[in-house]
Structures are given as C-alpha cells and as structure tokens.
C-alpha cells in the first residue's frame, strides 16, 4: 500500500508541475440556423492561396465540436461550404490549445475562450459596428444621388464622416496590433489593412513585430516597400516606368515629365469604384487647373486593358490616360500600398509631394498654381475695350 502512495505522489506532483498548460484544444459550438442541421461544418486555415480543411463536423441538433492539438497558434476558420454560406456567416480566429465556444449566426459569428481569442473578437466587434456605419452611409449617399437631393455641402459633410470612420476603424487597427503583437492575429491584421496606414506607423509595426517574425512574407513585403518610399520623398527624382496609351502605343512617365509644367499622376484601378469616382473628380481639377500649367495623366493599374478602357470611355475622364505595362512594378516603384493615389512631380523632374488625397491634392494645386487669366478670357476682354473706345 505505501509502495503505491510512493508512486502516486510524484505523478501529482509533475502534474502540478505543467501549471495548467493547455496540450490540446476543445471547440464546442452552435447555429442560430435550423436549416443548418445535417450539414456539414468545417475546420479551415489559410496556406496563402487556398482554404485547405484541417477538420469537419456535422451539425446535430445545432451543435458541432472539434478536438485536436495545435502547436502554435494559427489563423482558422469556421465555415459551412461556400454554396451554403447563407447558414452562417464563415468566423475567423486564433487556432490554439485550449477550450473555445464558437457562435455561427447569419449576421456575426464569433469564437471566445481563449485569452488571445478574446481579444481579437472585442476588436472584431467594434471593426464590424464601424463597417456597419460606413455601409449605411454609403447607403445614404446612394439614395441621395438617385434622388437628386445631392448638393455639394451634403456630399463634403458626408466624405467627412466617412473619413472620420475610416480613421477610427485604422487607429483600432494600429492599437490591436501593438498591444497584441504576439498573437497570430496581428501579423493578419497587419497585412489586411497595412495600406491603411501611414509609412511611419508601419515602420514603428515593423520595428516591434521584426525580431519576432523574422520570417513574416507581410513583414519583408513591407520592409521593400519603405525602402522604395525613400527613393521617391519630395526632392528626390522621379522613377520612369512603362505605359501604354490609349491606343495601344508604347510610352513612358518620362513623356509627360517635363516640359516646363507640373505633372499630377493619379493611380487608379477601373474595377474600384472608389478609384472611378476619384478619376472623375480629378478631371474636374483637370479643368480647373490644366491651363494653368499642369499636366494632368491617369495610370491605370488593371491587369485587363479591355475593362479600362470601357472605364474611361464609359466616365468620359479627360486628360491623359495610360496604363501601366507592369503594374506590379509601378506599385513597388511607387510603393503603392492602395489606390487611388496622387503624386505631384516638379517642372526639374523631381518629387514635389506623394501620398495625397484629392482634397490635399487640390489645395497642393491651389498653393503651386494660383489662378491666371486665361487668355482667350484676356484676349476677349481687351477687344471688348478697343470696341468701347471706337
């Protein structure tokens, strides 16, 4: 009997030892959706081109579960295949050892248990009550539009919320990264919304997640990136790449460069309708500023030169418009993170400014280019007061 007690009390001994490590993982979790039963519900993680199923589970009586042992924490989801994703929306979280509960609904899915899963669903919340907020602004503006009740005071109060959203939804971002910098999840979110943020944001991201992800594709794409934004800073000299016009014909930046005048480069995608209404809205800079010694040219960075053209034909944009032969190496080039995107090059062939907004870009045009008469206006004027004093 004692030799027995001699045996057992080491091994509550080394158990106590492990201090609560988790050695596996538990998923329990259910569907708001009764059509959802008798279906089947998978396990998924990401190798960077596809979803690839680590696991799956049927839905009985609303429940499904999953066991397993995970290493590191990973990136996986939880989703019914993609013909049936009207039983729930598919949920994104931390794959890790330890015990889950998983929420598929129609509207908002989460998974909570774990520290590093809580976390990231308090931020996926809130990321989602602002996407929720922007849509029903769009929505708004929409309406306004088709109704003819759009003014221009209404339409500027309108891009201000937006803005004023899209900021808030960004500093979120930014501040989940930073405060969760070992988590699976910030190197994710890192490489989502990294056109969102500006070059020193994501050179202090860079510096704090560098040492621990050495290896991160996102952390050496970004790296690349910085490296280019310091070739192309207000002051250094423009990067000439290839273009091709509208008819078909070779050219190159270095074709508008120059020529005593200011040139405006606008970068744009025809298949982003927010790139579409920023080119509409810089052919009306075109207007006003074009006489005043600006060249105004549009590179496209689309991969089908068919849909661009319908596009420009189809919003009627003036100026100049091209398409970039290479895009991948307009966007490395001018560490183009997201477009639409302005630069403005100087007269000597310089970097005058980069990184600008429409908004900024207008009053960046305003202070390069205050107003002149044109001169037909001159000229019309001086032979109306020749004909007064005949």
């Given at each position: 009997m004692?030799r027995?007690?001699y045996w057992?009390?080491?091994?509550?001994?080394?158990a106590g030892?492990?201090?609560g490590v988790?050695t596996?993982?538990?998923i329990d979790?259910?569907?708001?959706?009764?059509d959802?039963?008798?279906?089947?519900?998978y396990l998924?993680?990401s190798n960077?081109?596809?979803?690839?199923?680590?696991?799956s589970?049927i839905v009985?009586?609303?429940l499904?579960?999953f066991?397993?042992?995970?290493?590191v924490?990973?990136?996986?989801?939880?989703?019914?295949?993609?013909?049936?994703?009207?039983?729930?929306v598919p949920v994104?979280?931390?794959?890790?050892n330890?015990?889950?509960?998983?929420?598929?609904d129609?509207?908002f899915?989460?998974?909570?248990?774990?520290?590093?899963?809580e976390?990231?669903?308090?931020?996926r919340?809130e990321?989602?009550?602002?996407?929720?907020l922007?849509?029903?602004?769009?929505?708004?503006?929409?309406e306004?539009?088709?109704?003819?009740?759009?003014?221009?005071?209404?339409?500027?109060?309108?891009?201000?919320?937006y803005?004023r959203?899209?900021?808030?939804?960004?500093?979120?971002?930014?501040?989940?990264?930073?405060?969760n910098?070992?988590s699976?999840a910030?190197?994710?979110l890192l490489e989502?919304?990294?056109?969102?943020?500006s070059?020193?944001?994501?050179?202090?991201?860079?510096?704090?997640?560098?040492s621990?992800n050495?290896?991160?594709?996102?952390?050496?794409?970004?790296?690349?990136?910085?490296?280019?934004?310091?070739k192309?800073?207000?002051?250094?000299?423009?990067?000439?790449?290839?273009?091709?016009?509208?008819?078909?014909?070779?050219?190159?930046?270095?074709?508008?460069?120059?020529?005593?005048?200011?040139?405006?480069?606008g970068?744009?995608?025809?298949?982003?309708d927010p790139?579409?209404?920023?080119?509409?809205?810089l052919?009306?800079?075109?207007?006003?500023?074009?006489?005043?010694?600006?060249?105004?040219?549009?590179v496209?960075?689309?991969?089908d030169?068919?849909?661009?053209?319908?596009?420009v034909?189809?919003?009627?944009l003036?100026?100049?418009?091209?398409?970039?032969a290479?895009?991948d190496e307009?966007e490395?080039?001018y560490a183009?993170a997201?477009?639409?995107?302005?630069?403005?090059?100087n007269?000597d062939?310089?970097?005058n400014?980069?990184n600008l907004?429409?908004?900024?870009?207008g009053s960046?045009?305003?202070?390069?280019?205050?107003?002149r008469?044109?001169?037909d206006?001159?000229?019309a004027?001086?032979?109306?007061?020749?004909?007064?004093?005949i």
């Open positions: 004692n027995v007690y057992i009390v080491p091994l509550l001994l080394c030892c492990q201090g988790e596996s993982y538990v979790g259910h569907v708001n959706n009764a959802a039963n008798g279906n089947i519900i998924s993680h960077g081109d596809e979803l690839v199923n680590l696991d589970a009985d009586d609303g499904f579960s066991r397993g042992e995970q290493e924490p990973i990136m996986a989801y939880l989703r019914f295949n993609r013909s049936l994703d009207s039983l729930a994104l979280f931390i794959l890790e330890g015990s889950m509960e998983a929420t598929m129609t509207l899915s989460t998974v909570t248990g774990t520290e590093q899963n976390a990231f669903e308090a931020y919340v990321a989602h009550r602002l996407d929720s922007r849509n029903r602004l769009h929505e708004r503006y929409l306004q539009v088709a109704d003819s009740q759009m003014t221009a005071e209404l339409e500027s109060s309108m891009y201000g919320q803005g959203l899209d900021d808030e939804a960004t500093d979120r971002a930014y501040r989940f990264i930073r405060k910098r070992n699976p910030a190197l994710w989502s919304m990294q056109s969102r943020f070059e020193a944001q994501l050179e202090q991201l860079l510096s704090e997640l560098g621990r050495k290896s991160a594709q996102v952390l050496t794409d970004i790296a690349q990136r910085l490296r280019s934004a310091d192309i800073e207000p002051g250094s000299p423009y990067v000439d790449v290839p273009l091709v016009d509208m008819w078909g014909r070779s050219t190159s930046l270095s074709g508008y460069v120059g020529y005593a005048r200011y040139v405006v480069v970068f744009w995608q025809a298949g982003s790139s579409c209404r920023a080119m509409v809205k052919g009306e800079l075109y207007r006003e500023y074009g006489y005043r010694g600006a060249i105004f040219l549009s496209s960075l689309d991969s030169a068919e849909l661009w053209r319908e596009q034909q189809a919003s009627k003036p100026a100049h418009q091209c398409i970039a290479n895009p307009v490395s080039r183009l997201a477009v639409p995107a302005f630069i403005i090059i007269p062939g310089t970097i400014s980069r907004t429409l908004e900024q870009l960046k045009l305003q202070e390069l280019l205050p107003y008469m044109r001169r206006t001159v000229s004027k001086s032979d109306s007061l020749a004909k007064k004093k």
